[in-house]
């Protein structure tokens, strides 16, 4: 591996996590190659830790041999380990889980169907999920405010919710619906992805054979991308259809757009390596920015000192482990316990989704997962949630939305 390919810009500023149009295709993806039953979207300590306390990870297994040596100190982390969705804040270093959905299918009049998003966003003031209504949303670092879509995707507003009060203090007309919502990593600006369709519905006359049945399948009708300035309200609509070529993903509905790690550019789904074609923000291709052409680049990317680059879950089945590079070199710098990395808690801890070791089986326990905080300097893990349901259909499985603080 290049070091060329691995080195990132450094910003200072950390990447935020959130479910895409590419994280959920992702999911889908999985669902079919190991399910094929449904046609559902599903992406992927003991005590109470207060929040701003320090604590110090504890042994429970991981990567090889478990240690019994006290790890570095994480700040600020708050763990449920027995809440699964969570009820009340989770939390560790500059990470917190700012909200979290669930999907279900729904069946609609004349045949057709979709997918609904069930979304719990943190209330500040109790600490605690609330439900809501929303169909999408997204948290803005800080966690001071939301931008949020109402049912009937596409919607023809987005509301910026203020989350001290919990009402929405404005809305921005939209001459295009909108589907889905991602702020800069600065959170200056909002991406908002436009549709012609329901980016998740099912649809009678675009039926998809699934094992020996045939059901209702999704149509690809993105039409461009909305750039937002937060601060003016000021919205600026460029045409982007769905290419039916070999880079496009045309057998999904949502397609949504995301922002580079430096906020300077956006991406849509590509099926070229490494996964995301790049925009400039009024629609023209640009290269692969050199720190996000890594094919095996994890959700959590870069650490927020710009040193380390968190991998995909290595390849040797004796570990349940992913591997962490140095940016510099290209090397690896380690292995951290967990099957898929999703944000960085600090410069050398990361959030992520492991399976329960006991029970980590191909076909059967590699869904009993849960979220930890591991470091890369030790095999010691603390949980962070309770386990999800090992069924992938199961309602009870959510997707989590990580905010910088």
């Known amino acids: 591996m290049k070091s060329e390919e691995l080195r990132e810009t450094r910003t200072g500023s950390a990447r935020q996590v959130r479910p895409t149009g590419y994280s959920v295709q992702e999911g889908m ?4 190659r190991r399910s094929l039953r449904k046609l559902v979207l599903v992406c992927t300590t003991a005590a ?36 699964s969705p969570p009820r009340e804040l989770i939390a560790a270093g500059e990470s917190v889980l700012s909200a979290y ?32 209504d929303w169909a999408w949303l997204d948290v803005a670092p800080g966690l001071r405010r939301a931008a949020v879509l109402e049912r009937g995707l596409p919607a023809d507003r987005i509301g910026l919710l203020d ?28 991406l908002a992805t436009a549709y012609d369709l329901d980016p998740d519905g099912l ?5 998809q054979q699934v094992n020996d049945k045939v059901l209702p399948g999704p149509k690809a009708s993105r039409s461009g991308f909305y750039v937002i300035d937060v601060a003016d309200r000021k919205a600026e609509f460029t045409a982007r259809p769905v290419r039916k070529n070999a880079r496009s993903m045309v057998a999904a509905g949502r397609q949504d757009f995301g922002w580079s790690d430096d906020g300077t550019l956006v991406w849509e789904p590509s099926q070229m390596s490494p996964g995301k074609a790049f925009l400039d923000v009024r629609g023209k291709e640009m ?38 590079f140095d940016t510099d070199t290209g090397e690896r710098a380690g292995l951290v316990p967990g ?7 600090d410069d050398r801890h990361l959030i992520a989704w492991r399976c329960d070791p006991a029970r980590c089986e191909p076909g059967s326990g590699e869904f009993r997962n849960q979220l930890i905080l ?3 300097d030790e095999e010691a893990v603390v949980p962070l949630s309770g386990f999800q349901q090992p069924d992938l259909d199961a309602p009870g499985r959510w997707t989590p939305l990580f905010t910088r603080r």
């Open 287 to 324: 290269p692969v920015p050199e720190g996000e052409r890594n094919p095996d680049r994890a959700d959590a990317g870069t650490s927020p000192d710009g040193k380390l680059l968190a991998g995909r879950m290595t390849q040797d089945n004796a570990a349940i482990a992913s591997e962490v």
């Open 101 to 132: 959905y669930t999907a279900k299918p729904v069946k609609l009049p004349n045949g057709d169907g979709t997918v609904s998003y069930q979304w719990s966003l943190l209330d500040p003031a109790n600490q605690r999920y609330e439900p809501t």
């Open 29 to 32: 993806r999985a669902q079919r």
């Open 203 to 207: 649809f009678k006359d675009a039926p």
């Open 374 to 376: 591991v470091g890369l």
């Open 339 to 345: 099957q898929q990395l999703l944000t960085w808690a």
């Open 163 to 190: 989350l001290s009060t919990g009402k929405v203090e404005s809305w921005i007309e939209t001459d295009h619906g909108v589907g889905s919502l991602e702020f800069s990593p600065d959170g200056t600006r909002l």
């Open 48 to 83: 109470l830790l207060v929040a701003g306390t320090v604590v110090a990870l504890v042994a429970n297994g991981g990567a090889g041999k478990g240690s019994s040596t006290p790890a570095r100190s994480v700040t600020g982390v708050v763990a449920h380990p027995d809440q």
